[in-house]
Antibody
Framework: EVQLVESGGGLVQPGGSLRLSCAASGFTFRSYWMTWVRQAPERGLEWVANMNQDGSGNYYVDSVRGRFTISRDNAKNSLYLQMNSLRAEDTAVYYC????????????????WGQGSLVTVSS | EIVLTQSPGTLSSSPGERATLSCRASQSVRSNYLAWYQQKPGQAPRLLIYGASSRATGIPDNFSGSGSGTDFTLTISRLGPEDFAMYYCQQYGSSPTFGGGTKVEIK
């Protein structure tokens, strides 16, 4: 059974940092792209960042590029999201999702999701 | 960026009824790369439909998807108690975007 378990969320002040982790099991982690998707009440679902199988390639949504860094450790079956210079608008539940890459469009389908980790940015 | 607009925002139905949810794209979705997800409170989204009409693994056949181009539909043929939830569409014909969701609630 595919399982994705996020951790590391919490309350942080604007300008602060937080590191999210996602522990994967039940599938061959090193064979899949992985993505962070966030869900904020007023903005809905938004993909944030993703990384290819060996960690050599990644993409970011414009609003987080330069502030967030995605990484992975295939030996530990884990995905990470380092979030710096956090803003109030980064407040959301952050999900990690197993991703299927479609070369014809250069885009992604998300076939399994974790339960999410809440990040609140507030003073 | 392709904007997805879902309607209605809320659908009030009774168990056993048919539910029809709409997802309209601001431009044509390449190769009909359109997916539907179900999300219940406090739970992760679950993939239901991909490629506009293909059911994901383990999804019962009372869920069906249809459509092409800019107009897509998710149909739940008979609503069971477990089907009352939020539903989102997502396109992956270009940089992925999601619709705002339709809440299916018990009338």
């Amino acid at each position: 059974e595919v399982q994705l378990v996020e951790s590391g969320g919490g309350l942080v002040q604007p300008g602060g940092s937080l590191r999210l982790s996602c522990a994967a099991s039940g599938f061959t982690f090193r064979s899949y792209w992985m993505t962070w998707v966030r869900q904020a009440p007023e903005r809905g679902l938004e993909w944030v960042a993703n990384m290819n199988q060996d960690g050599s390639g990644n993409y970011y949504v414009d609003s987080v590029r330069g502030r967030f860094t995605i990484s992975r450790d295939n030996a530990k079956n884990s995905l990470y999201l380092q979030m710096n210079s956090l803003r109030a608008e980064d407040t959301a539940v952050y999900y990690c999702a197993r991703s299927l890459y479609y070369s014809g469009s250069g885009s992604f389908l998300f076939d399994y999701w974790g339960q999410g980790s809440l990040v609140t940015v507030s003073s | 960026e392709i904007v997805l607009t879902q309607s209605p925002g809320t659908l009030s139905s009774s168990p056993g009824e048919r539910a029809t949810l709409s997802c309209r794209a601001s431009q044509s979705v390449r190769s009909n790369y359109l997916a539907w997800y179900q999300q219940k409170p406090g739970q992760a989204p679950r993939l239901l439909i991909y490629g506009a009409s293909s059911r994901a693994t383990g999804i019962p056949d009372n869920f069906s998807g249809s459509g092409s181009g800019t107009d897509f539909t998710l149909t739940i043929s008979r609503l069971g108690p477990e089907d009352f939830a939020m539903y989102y569409c997502q396109q992956y014909g270009s940089s992925p975007t999601f619709g705002g969701g339709t809440k299916v609630e018990i009338k």
